[in-house]
């Protein structure tokens, strides 16, 4: 049989050689390669199909597909569907930057088709322990430390690529009936470790019963919260009680009364493990699961201890445990998968990427290159600054000046200067070639998040979390010259996130959703743009100074008329935040970069200023594009990825 995947249709199997749906004429092949056979589940989110790989001898694999059920008001749909695609995007970039583990499913695609996302992952023939449970009943204490030692090692793994999952429970952790070892799946809403994340709050995610308090209260998480969730994990599968069922206003989780009342009992120095996993004070828990595996190694189950299952182990199960592995003294693993663009190489006609940089140790947030074409630079999450040879692709530095990631940069027009910015609040002020740091400005008191030079390099702009835009006049750039006094402009009510400048017109765009048009001589505001329904991420103006481009949140760019401020047009394509936006050289294009991990051109139309057409989608990032630039040539676009590359495009002969 195959499967239609159209939402609406009302009769979706076919026959099993069928390309178009003989109801609704939807095509019943994703990417030209993967049918659906029969779906096999269905969450708040979306759907999950078995499925074919017809590319590769019909192999069997799994589709995820992004439907989320939209209910109450406009504003409550809109924030389930937003949440619904954050975490979508968050399971392809967690098992993207995951690599490859044998106890983890292999993503193999992601992608958006008629207007749906996809995922397609590793067939993983089994069952989980969720089912495990309800078919044989409460699990013996020999079999509990048997599916510790195998998936503590699993999660050992996932800490140290700095990624906590928030959701393990018996229904994310699965027995491959091939060798019987479990895998650990469902990472859709995992969590990039970084400190940033740790210091702020984050989105309540997770199941109750098995999240511990931090996650459920502030969104917080940390690998010990993982270590909690896999506690009470083995507790619902020794006791086969459901966790709310075991808590003690006054005693906490009286687990192992429950077990001496069913005449069942576990080793002291088990139940101590156990214990300590599911302590409620996070510092009070182990704090990593190389930590759990040490103190089981002296864990022994008695015979009596073996003898509680209602039923032996599956046929297939390894003895009760499996070779004790840490990240430490497991064979070697590659990171990521391998990238088929980690060097340089001619692109094909259908291929438009001519070469990926990689190089960061994080999401690459920004971009900038010199006015020559020659030099490009490029800044991360990992609070670096790279400097690279454009034509060659070879990086020629590192710069290290900032102590948290850098949000923007910016090249003066004479190709001396580089200006960067950063979270730790200041602007640093950098000469290009020779690398060395010539000033730093620290009259910002929150995170600095866009820089930029006026046409004339007469002047450096700012723009800031702290609400100010501030003007730094530049002059003596020598390393002994003070810092140069700035001009504040301020007053406006939201944080600042993008700035543009054309020499005359100064425009910011923030927090609050509104644009600000400035005048630089006046230094006041000539006008205000609304229009936008979420923050402004992004602006942009094109050459001849006559239009802006400014990209939102709300997924829709908005082409103003920069003279008289009237909305030319709203283009509304992509499927997740803009986060940048660049005009080609000529300005008959645009560029956009999108939390949808796609980059778009749009063919601007001179004599129709209001209009434009999307001319065409490039993809090829596995994260959310958060820089674009058009080279001097306007032939090449470069775009940078939470997928800690960067890659460059033919856009042009």
Known sequence: MSYCLNPQCHHPRNPLKSRICQTCGASLLLKERYRAIKPIARGGFGKTYLAVDEDRLNTVCVIKQFLPKLQGTAASRQATLHKAIELFNQEALRLYELGVHPQIPSLLASFEQDKRLYLVQEFIDGKTLWHDLKERGAFAPSEILALLRDILPVLAFVHQKKVVHRDITPANI????????????????????????????????????????????????YPASDLYSLGVTCIHLLTAVKPD?????????????????????????????????IADRVTDRYQSAEAVLQDLAAVGVSPT??????????????????????????????????RTGDRPHSASRLDPCLRTLTGHGSWVTCLAI??????????????????????????????????????ALAISPDSTLLASCSDDDTIALWHLKR???LATFEEHLRDVNAVAFTPQGNLLISGSEDRTIKLWPLGDRSPEAPSPSSYTLSGRSGMIKAIATNGTHLVS???????????????QVRYNLSGHFQAVNTLAISPDGTLLASGSKDKTIKLWNLSTGTLLSTLSSHLDSV????????GKTLVSGSSDQTLKLWQLHPSTPHSATLQTTLTGHFGAVNAV???PSGKMVVSGSWDETIKIWRVGR
Not at 312 to 337: C, D, H, L, V
Not at 579 to 586: G, K, R, T, W, Y
Request: a positive charge.
């Open 174 to 221: 699965l027995r491959r009936k091939e060798d019987g070892f479990l895998v650990l799946i469902d990472f859709g809403v995992a969590k990039q470790l970084s400190q940033t994340s740790l210091a702020k709050t984050g989105t309540k995610v997770g199941t109750a019963s098995y999240a511990p308090i931090e996650q459920l209260r502030s969104g917080k998480a």
């Open 305 to 338: 201890q073996t003898s509680n299952a209602t039923t032996p182990p599956p046929p297939g199960k390894p003895p009760a445990s499996p070779p004790i592995t840490t990240p430490s003294s497991a064979s070697p693993m590659p990171s990521r998968p391998p």
């Open 370 to 407: 010199d006015p020559r074409g020659q030099l490009l630079a490029s800044g991360s999450l990992d609070d670096t600054i790279a400097i690279w040879n454009f034509r060659t692709g070879e990086q020629l530095r590192t710069w290290r000046g900032h102590s948290k990631s850098i949000n």
């Open 245 to 277: 069922a075991l808590f003690d206003p006054l005693k906490g989780c009286i687990w192992r009364e429950y077990l001496k009342s069913r005449g069942r009992d576990i080793s002291d120095r088990f139940g101590d493990v156990l214990d300590r996993m």
């Open 579 to 586: 986060n940048s936006l660049a005009f080609s050289p000529d």
């Open 509 to 523: 765009g923030g927090l609050d959703k509104t644009i600000h048009v400035w005048d630089i001589v006046s230094r």
């Open 435 to 437: 690398g060395t740091r």
């Open 629 to 631: 630039l058009f080279t």
